[in-house]
């Protein structure tokens, strides 16, 4: 079945640092990725729709200067957190969609202290 | 529009019994209904998905069954384990076909299983 691998899973970082997470494909090409937060016992909350070779589409609310997203192939995307506070802390989880329907990866939990 | 409404929050079952969470949606441009599974610390996984064109699909001891009119589909788990203890949360999106739209989640269910 289609893989996704996000990594790190769990990082901590000190606030006013950035942090990247990446979302790969291993075995389908993902033409779109999709970024998702998701705090304790919540939902998961999309921040952003990402197209290979295209800018991101970020959803109302999310500061798309703060959330940098990159998906320079159809199996790499990447979401660097930049000058992380203590708010930002949550569970980042990403999905690729493509030749196959919505594929999740592990999640990366990022605590900043 | 985009909301997709999911029952109960939380659930509790005996082993051996049925699990069952529902969800209800507005937009009828949905054309895709998933369904995951969440363990702590982990991303979702996808259990069973549903198109409208079908009422009802099974896979093991997980079954989807769909009402378009009432626009309502549900999750039944048969037999259930401890094993699947777990967050459930439905979904539905817009083009389930050869492009993928962005996924509305439900808020999720907790169910517990009971020994």
């Known amino acids: 079945g289609a893989v996704v691998s996000q990594h790190p899973s769990r990082v901590i970082c000190k606030s006013g640092t950035s942090v990247k997470i990446e979302c790969r494909s291993l075995?389908?090409?993902?033409?779109?990725m999709f970024w998702y937060r998701q705090f304790p016992k919540q939902s998961l909350m999309l921040m952003a729709t990402?197209?290979?070779?295209?800018?991101?589409?970020?959803e109302q609310g999310v500061e798309k200067d703060k959330f940098l997203i990159n998906h320079a192939s159809l199996t790499l995307s990447t979401l660097t957190v930049t000058s992380a506070h203590p708010e930002d802390s949550s569970f980042y989880i990403c999905?690729?969609?493509?030749?196959?329907?919505?594929?999740f990866g592990s999640g990366t939990r990022l605590t900043v202290v | 529009q985009q909301q997709v409404k999911q029952s109960p929050q939380s659930l509790i079952v005996q082993k051996g019994g049925i699990s069952i969470i529902n969800c209800a949606y507005e937009?009828?441009?949905?054309?895709?209904f998933p369904w995951y599974q969440q363990f702590p610390g982990k991303g979702p996984a996808l259990l069973i998905a549903?198109?409208?064109?079908?009422s009802e699909k099974k896979e093991g001891r997980f079954t989807i069954s769909f009402n378009k009119s009432a626009k309502q589909f549900s999750l039944h788990i048969m037999d259930s384990q401890p094993g699947d203890s777990a967050t459930y949360f439905c979904?539905?999106?817009?083009?389930?076909?050869?492009?993928?739209?962005?996924?509305?989640f439900g808020q999720g269910t907790i169910l517990t299983v009971h020994p």
């Open positions: 075995d389908f090409q993902a033409t779109t």
């Open positions: 990402s197209n290979e070779g295209s800018k991101a589409t970020y």
């Open positions: 937009n009828t441009a949905f054309d895709y």
């Open positions: 549903i198109r409208p064109d079908v």
């Open positions: 999905s690729a969609a493509g030749d196959l329907p919505y594929t």
């Open positions: 979904a539905a999106s817009i083009g389930g076909g050869t492009s993928y739209g962005k996924l509305t």
